[in-house]
T-cell receptor, first 115, second 113 residues
Framework: GAVVSQHPSWVICKSGTSVKIECRSLDFQATTMFWYRQFPKQSLMLMATSNEGSKATYEQGVEKDKFLINHASLTLSTLTVTSAHPEDSSFYIC???????????FGSGTRLTVV | GQQVMQIPQYQHVQEGEDFTTYCNSSTTLSNIQWYKQRPGGHPVFLIQLVKSGEVKKQKRLTFQFGEAKKNSSLHITATQTTDVGTYFCAGPYSGAGSYQLTFGKGTKLSVIP
């Protein structure tokens, strides 16, 4: 089946620094990539939708200047958390629709801890 | 906006017992999807239901889509320890030219050996 490779799996960074998370579709072209955030014991909250070659669309309440999304190719989408703060610590997961939009394939997630 | 409610939030069962989680949407859905997330893992797609009243089975798992296409259920027969995880239902909605998913809060299943 479709595979989305997400890196890094976990990262610890200092407050004020930036962190880039990458998601690559390995065996299919992901024209669309969804970025989610998941707090412990909670559900997935959609942050933004990225479409290859165009600007990302952010959900209400998500700061686009803080969470920079780039989808420059059909196989790569990146999320950069800029000037990270402890409250940004969370589990970030990307997801792309599978062929024919039946089901969504998720990356393995990135656990971000800001200290 | 669209809301997807899921109950119960937690369920503890003895191995061998059955388990059911229920999902309700505030709006009619074109389809409903179910995902399983193991502890420390990421959501994995289980199934998609499209038709009103549809029932699908995957071994010990039975998925149902309501007649009004606003509710769904997942039933596991004779649970095993490998069933442990959080089960999410999700419904798509159209936005920004794509179909985004709204997830329920999930039901966390614990199986006592």
């Amino acid at each position: 089946g479709a595979v989305v490779s997400q890196h890094p799996s976990w990262v610890i960074c200092k407050s004020g620094t930036s962190v880039k998370i990458e998601c690559r579709s390995l065996d299919f072209q992901a024209t669309t990539m969804f970025w989610y955030r998941q707090f412990p014991k909670q559900s997935l909250m959609l942050m933004a939708t990225s479409n290859e070659g165009s600007k990302a669309t952010y959900e209400q309440g998500v700061e686009k200047d803080k969470f920079l999304i780039n989808h420059a190719s059909l196989t790569l989408s990146t999320l950069t958390v800029t000037s990270a703060h402890p409250e940004d610590s969370s589990f970030y997961i990307c997801s792309a629709p599978e062929t024919g939009w039946v089901g969504y394939t998720f990356g393995s997630g990135t656990r971000l801890t800001v200290v | 906006g669209q809301q997807v409610m899921q109950i119960p939030q937690y369920q503890h069962v003895q191995e061998g017992e059955d388990f059911t989680t229920y999902c309700n949407s505030s709006t009619t859905l074109s389809n409903i999807q179910w995902y399983k997330q193991r502890p420390g893992g990421h959501p994995v797609f289980l199934i998609q239901l499209v038709k009103s009243g549809e029932v699908k089975k995957q071994k010990r798992l039975t998925f149902q889509f309501g007649e009004a296409k606003k509710n769904s259920s997942l039933h596991i027969t004779a649970t095993q320890t490998t069933d442990v995880g959080t089960y999410f239902c999700a419904g798509p909605y159209s936005g920004a030219g794509s179909y985004q998913l709204t997830f329920g809060k999930g039901t966390k299943l614990s199986v006592i050996p």
